[in-house]
């Protein structure tokens, strides 16, 4: 049997690159492959185990492309999906961070990342702007996005947001 730190491994190695309906279809797969089981002799992984894997990719799916996380990158997507049911009054908040975002920085790609905070513990999730143009252009606009749209926004993040740019 897998402990629980190899299952979340193997759940994080697969999900890792996935975008919200290739979880969904993956999903679909395991349910498929869940039901034929019984009739399966497989000892690497129990029936168990291999719906628990289903469940997060069902959550991660969940996030359709239309939703909070259309068009980012995740860093950890198991953790932003724990985080962000933790923390549901986030999830529209990042939709309108990632709207606002491209209207600043055009169609570039942007991450999110969950990291803890060294002074508090808590953990934050980073909306991380990476751009192809020069720093200090980049920093121009980014001080205009937070001016003109952040500053009104922050305080609905209570905390848990951070913006910033990547290089």
Known sequence: MMTNEEKQNVIENVVHELRPDTAKELAKIISNFLLAMPRINISVISQEELLGIGEYLLKLASYTPDSTLKDINLENPIEIVRFLENHEYLNDLITDINAEARKY?????????LREDYETGEEQLFFLIYSSRAIEEDMIILHEFVRNYWLYKKEAAQGKIIID???
């Open 105 to 113: 920085f055009g169609d570039t790609s942007y991450k999110l990342e």
């Open 165 to 167: 740019l990547e290089l």
